[in-house]
């Protein structure tokens, strides 16, 4: 999945260097939560910045993750895009700029908290939450299923833990969201987990 990504090096020792620079990054902001969620949505743009930069390190450009940054979104959001071969997760600010997630096709919408000093996405530190993003958007858009962006896809599979049910019901938002209607789901092997299949009407 992660070939392209300096195949040189080990991509685990990759992870933890950069887990290791970014751990202490804090949020110092007081005040009002716009003044905390101002604080926070620098901390985000710097961590991305610092991990794309190391990913990015030597590859051609057709091998690169980028960023490209929205500053302002029709309903009066924000959002930075990540984008990899035509497939993209988001992090987006709301109109109220109270509060910060992760848009992520795999994932579902995922919230980046505070707690104490550290900013978490979803539970996990902010380093290790974004890089498990990206390597989930290249596994994407390098598994050669609806990896062409210039053809929407006709159908979209999420597979997910099915006692998770808030990911459950971001998924299906998700994809009500993109214009897809919920099909069917199944089991897999695993009898915790489940596939959820969505089309998008023609």
């Known amino acids: 999945m992660l070939q392209e990504f300096r195949p040189d090096r080990a991509i685990d020792g990759l992870r933890s260097d950069i887990r290791d620079r970014l751990r202490e990054y804090a949020d110092d902001a007081i005040g009002t939560p716009m ?60 109109k109220d700029r109270r509060s910060i997630f992760l848009v992520d096709p795999s994932a579902g919408r995922l919230p980046i908290e505070r707690v104490g000093l550290k900013l978490f996405i979803a539970g996990e530190p902010i380093a290790s939450a974004l890089l498990a993003s990206i390597a989930r958007l290249v596994e994407r858009a390098t598994a050669g299923v609806n990896s062409d962006p210039v053809v929407a896809p006709r159908y979209m599979a999420f597979e997910m833990l099915s006692s998770n049910a808030a990911k459950v019901e971001a998924a299906l938002n998700l994809a009500t969201e993109n214009g897809f209607r919920f099909v069917e789901s199944y089991r897999t092997p695993d009898l915790h987990r489940r596939v959820f299949v969505f089309e998008r009407p023609a």
């Open 35 to 94: 003044d905390r969620a101002d604080s926070a949505w620098r901390i985000v743009q710097n961590v991305l910045a610092e991990e794309l930069l190391e990913l990015n390190a030597g590859l051609p450009s057709d091998a690169q993750v980028h960023e490209k940054d929205r500053l302002a979104l029709p309903d009066g959001g924000q959002a930075i895009d990540i984008v990899y071969r035509g497939h993209k997760i988001s992090i987006v600010r709301p």
